[in-house]
């Protein structure tokens, strides 16, 4: 029993999954999104009345659980929350609280897939992203095609006799509820952490003497070794800085970020991630763009994996943002293995922005996104434009066609008559 706008922390968190480690069935789904909020659950369920998005069995539970604490309250309540440190590192806490087998899940379809009952199994499954600047309506319909995703895989591992519990949370709330007055000064504190964590952190920056040369952002930034090793690099590079980037270059036409961690994980004790970028005029255009050409992954000195990258592209005085960017076929900007070890990794960066050139002020320079101009909002109005257009064309052209008559009759004369043959 928790009073209402109680954030829970990463030990209190630890203390209500302690029943999930002892279970009999260690097997563990984990849908992790890039933002949630509970007030999604209940303002989506119960605005839309029969479009209700959520569906399957896991949330209409949580739903119908929402709905008896929501009714039961005498007042206007609201309900208590995960602390965003604890979900942001709650997939590296799953991994060190057992022997867990991780499988990150990218095929919807889980009929093949390999699940060992007799040992712990870690299922990860990343959502897509609910980007801040939708509608409400575009988020109801987002929310369907999630819910749908959640009860495919459940339903598949419940056929074949697996049983399994389930976490759904994610990174970041999607809202920060409005407090009345009454209590204000008490959760003005919670909505001003809220606000704090959602600017999140200041951006990784390499600096030649004073200035700096490169800067680096991501709200997510993680690797995947051979579907069983998880090394989660956000709070290395962007929050704790013990990221060593002594071996990046800069120059005005190439540019490399390295970075070098030292035993990210209990399996690796060296890691280094380099990002290669040029930048060269282009006549077609007139001006110079900067690219992120590839992307390498060296471990232990030995292994050496390198990635083509694709889409990330910008002009010179630009950065380059994108929501999503990795190996998988779903993200906006991909990661291409270009060599057999680079097969071997999954990676996966969130709200990426990198720029490598023209830095003024310590800051990033307008975003270039990876997002077209052209998104399917507007081609479906270039579209249904057309198609009116064109039916007021030929609506005109036909009225055009149209003739009177070069003879009339006269009452008073004789009765007029027009040959076939006119």
Known sequence: ALHEGHVVSAQELTALLQPVFTQNSRNLILFLQDTLSIDDFTYLSESYGNKNPFQNQVNKLFINLLQEILQSSPSSLVLPAVDCKATRDLLSFLQQSGDWKLTNVTDLDVSHLEVNTSKPNLLVVQLQPLLSQLTEFVKLYMFLFIDKIIGRLTMDLQERGIHFSVIYTAVRPSR?????????????????????????????????????????????????????????????????????????????????????????????????????????????????????????????????????????????????HCQLVGTSNRYPARLIPSNNEAKNWDVFISRLQIQGFNIENNQFSYASDCTGFFSPGIWMGLVTSIILLWILTYGIHMIMQLTTNSRFDDPKGPALSVPQTE
Request: aromatic letters at 12%; glycine letters at 2%; charged letters at 20%.
């Open 176 to 320: 920060i509820s409005r407090r009345t007055d009454v209590v204000w000064e008490l959760r003005r504190q919670l909505m001003a952490t809220e606000e704090e964590d959602s600017l999140s952190y200041l951006p990784l920056n390499v600096t030649t003497g004073n200035e700096t040369c490169i800067l680096f952002y991501a709200s997510n930034f993680s690797l995947n070794a051979n579907s069983s090793v998880f090394i989660d690099l956000t709070n290395a590079t962007f929050v704790t800085r013990s990221v060593d980037t002594s071996s990046s270059t800069c120059s005005d036409s190439n540019t490399t970020l390295s970075l070098k961690y030292t035993e990210p994980v209990n399996k690796i004790s060296n890691l280094e991630i380099r990002f290669s970028m040029t930048n060269k005029f282009y006549g077609g255009s007139a001006r110079n763009w900067f690219t992120l050409d590839s992307v390498e992954i060296i471990q232990d000195g030995e292994k050496f994996a390198k990635f083509n990258v694709s889409v990330i592209s910008a002009p010179a005085e630009y950065s380059f």
